[in-house]
């Protein structure tokens, strides 16, 4: 008589191995078990055509009769090494991999183009939308939405990664159900230690393992410009005109020695340019959070600019001291100036670099197109140069 175990047994052979949808492989199981067939064993020791009569599907049947005889010749093969794979799906793998499209066949794919293929579909016609019914089971809808969730919580990783990250949960969500269930047994993955030492992260309530990927550097359609070419632009349409008077002339140049002052105190990234909308960002060393005003307004001074952008948000942190035994704390401030939430991702980017006596500000010249979370990714990209 067969067990509990041969029945899970079987059903992680045809739904993992053999990549049989769930609902066919519960119908062909109780077929099988109609004709005294409940086992791998049972089903690799019984003749082909017993199997054949069982589910009426030959092709089916030859399928399942070479799984289960490999699972017999090697028994210790874990599901999630795919036991009873047949050579068909090997081959096929093999094709995959050799042809052109694929990330590991013999030509590169460019990562823009690879990270594109990852976009989802958006629409916002609200008509459509009322009159689109889909069937679905709630992997595929979890799935989706943890990724477009990642895309608001994590816009500075590649699709690529924000769907890693959500296949993970939706599996670690799934294995809780097949527990509750009785359908998996025993530790998973990462109670038997295979995560262990690598960084996790916590995505809708559930922490996963991640691992990164070394040398692989991806941007999204934004362009990155030169930043002493844009500066000299800038510096050009703020001056005076070609008839300028000598006192015109004199103020220009003081305002050239303040501008090389700044470059020398301020560092600052290339400008970035992602649907008219350009930003920059810029960071000097700040002593005592009242030195916040009069050093932006220096900057202001040295590049007038600045003084026509959209935003100008800023976030500073400062070590002062608390008058208890010499001890210091960290103080913290920031303003958005309009572009809601950026001092807060200002500031959470200062403390994961753990930057001390530093005041960023960042500017952005609105382009009239909203950005979404991709002016996050962009934003913490200009703050990392």
Wanted: glycine share 6%; proline share 5%; with cysteine.
């Amino acid at each position: 008589m067969a067990s509990q175990q041969d029945l899970q047994e079987l059903i992680r052979l045809m739904t993992i191995g053999m990549r049989v949808p769930m609902k066919d492989a519960l119908s062909r199981i109780k077929e099988l078990q109609a004709h005294n067939l409940r086992s791998i064993q049972q089903i690799a020791e019984s003749p082909l055509s017993d199997i054949t009569s069982a589910i009426k599907d030959a092709k089916a049947a030859r399928s399942l009769h070479n799984a289960c005889k490999a699972r017999l010749k090697n028994p210790g093969t874990s599901a999630a090494k795919r036991p009873g794979s047949t050579l068909e799906n090997r081959s096929k793998r093999s094709r995959q991999s050799g042809d052109a499209g694929f990330v590991d066949g013999p030509e590169p794919v460019d990562p823009r183009e690879f990270e594109a293929s990852f976009t989802l579909p958006v629409e916002t016609d609200e008509k459509i939308i009322s009159d689109t019914v889909l069937l679905t089971n709630r992997a595929p809808l979890v799935l989706a939405f943890a990724v477009e969730l990642l895309r608001y919580t994590m816009p500075e990783q590649p699709p690529s990664s924000r769907l890693s990250l959500a296949q993970a949960v939706v599996s670690a969500n799934s294995r809780s159900k097949a527990v509750s269930i009785g359908i998996e047994k025993g530790p998973s993955a990462d109670e038997q230690g295979w995560g262990h030492g690598q960084p996790r992260v916590k995505v809708m309530g559930r922490e996963v393992t991640v691992l990164k990927r070394g040398g692989y550097e991806w941007k999204g359609d934004e362009e990155v410009e030169d930043r002493h070419k844009s500066e000299n632009d800038a510096a050009m349409n703020e001056g005076t005109p070609s008839s300028a008077t000598a006192t015109g002339t004199s103020q220009n140049t003081t305002s050239e020695k303040a501008a090389g002052l700044v470059s020398r105190s301020w560092s600052a990234s290339q400008p970035v340019t992602l649907k008219k909308s350009t930003f920059i960002v810029r960071a000097t060393q700040i002593t005592e959070p009242s030195q916040r005003q009069s050093t932006m307004q220096t900057l202001f001074v040295a590049i007038p600019s600045l003084q026509s952008a959209t935003h100008n948000a800023w976030a500073y942190r400062v070590q002062v001291p608390t008058n208890l035994f010499g001890a210091t704390t960290i103080k913290e401030e920031s303003f958005d100036d309009g572009e809601s939430g950026c001092g807060d991702f200002l500031l959470k980017n200062m403390r994961e670099t753990n930057a001390v006596n530093t005041l960023v500000v960042m500017t952005r010249w609105y382009g009239g197109i909203m950005l979404g979370p991709d002016r996050w990714r962009i934003i913490r990209n200009c703050l990392r140069r």
